[in-house]
């Protein structure tokens, strides 16, 4: 809005060529319903304040709300706006001769053997200042919100110090405060075991005491985070470890995510099951027990296709493996300088789609709804209906199955975000 709107002015957004709403149950979607994203043509949408008023033909919504400053979406597709679950965007420099590496077959576990991987982000971020990391992160954050991103889930966990995780999580509040778009902070101080504390397994126990007596109630007490993560992977974190650092995190009042299932088949999936994890993430060695036990939970299985393709990996997590045992199926960047380093979330729409044999709606619904529902947020975003926080993002296509169509392509012309200008507009919409 411009200085001269009044704050309590509605809008109507008009002339879209179709509305995507995503509308239904504030919950993930399962099964069938996955299929059901509910495109709406001869409709505006019309928002008071932060939410959704309603959806209905622009005649009725004028006479409504007689006085509303008009958008015009110039016969583009107006839809949720993506919900971006699982990102590490606190770093400082990228890890581009690891891509190298790979090329030459060395593999996720070599490099990291080698002093690359997580351990190379770690050394990088203890040297650097909070200030920079914050304007490092700002810039990508923007450029995360230029494809179409509304909600963006935050970790730390290269720092792996009391001090530098709570500087990583320091940021990403800053971030919150200074950014329109909303962003979920997840502490993720077990993302590896650092090397100081690999020389023995006394010096490992002393690293996941830590977590559990020191940097958790220091996070908790700052409120810091609202979610906890943990690497549960061979070579990483075991199951039982895993297991003690979320039950204490769940103590202190976070809920509970995991890295699970990325390489190897390590009991994650099962684990994030019987503890009620709000998310499981990556899986693309899941084990058909696995699924079996997210399928019979309310765990949403985030799904990484960009990290296997980056990765240079054959194989896939089975996403039509989870839909048919009814497991509830997001997608998410996985933003980060090693193994995803893309701010481009329509084109993880693309991977679902070609990769994960996703239909288009499939896709879509696992990007907004059960994006929601993996950052514990259905009940608010993720839907363009009467009541939902108004975050959209317009893209510059005429049917939605374009947008996973032209793949890599920034179609995105703009967001918003609680009613407000979000990423601005190249193309005269704002």
Known sequence: MTSVDRADQPLLFVNAAQVVTCEGAGEARRGRDMNDMVVRTNVAVAVVGERVDAVDALPVLRERFAGAREIDCGQRVLMPGLVDSHTHGIFGRPRYEEQEMRAAGLDYMEIAR??????????????QSEDTLFELAHARLRRLASFGTTTIEVKSGYGLTLDDELKTLRVIARLARALPMRIVPTFLG????????????????????LLIHEMIPAVAAGKLARFADVFCETGVYTVDESR??????????????????????AGGAELAASLGATS???????????????????????????TMLFLGKSKQAPARKFIEAGVAVALATDFN?????????????????SQLRLSVAEAVIAATVNGAAALALAGHV????????ADFALFDVHDIRELP??????????????????????????
């Open 114 to 127: 080698r002093g690359g991987g997580i351990h190379s982000s770690v050394r990088d971020l203890r040297a």
């Open 190 to 209: 077990a993302h590896e075991i650092p090397l100081e504390h690999r020389g023995s397994a006394a010096d490992r126990q002393r690293y996941v005491d």
């Open 244 to 265: 003690a650092i979320l039950t204490a995190a769940r103590e202190a009042g976070m809920l509970l995510k995991l890295h699970a299932d990325e390489l190897t088949s």
């Open 280 to 306: 499981a993430d990556h899986l693309a060695a899941v084990s058909d027990a696995g699924i079996a036990a997210l399928g019979h939970g309310a765990t949403v299985a985030t799904l990484l296709p960009g």
């Open 337 to 353: 300088p090693g193994t995803s380093p893309t701010t481009n979330f329509p084109l993880i729409l693309t991977l679902g789609v």
């Open 382 to 389: 993720g839907q363009i209906a009467p009541g939902y926080s």
């Open 405 to 430: 169509y032209w793949y890599g392509d920034n179609r995105c012309v703009a967001t918003y975000v609680r009613g407000k200008p979000c990423h601005p507009s190249d193309l005269g919409v704002t």
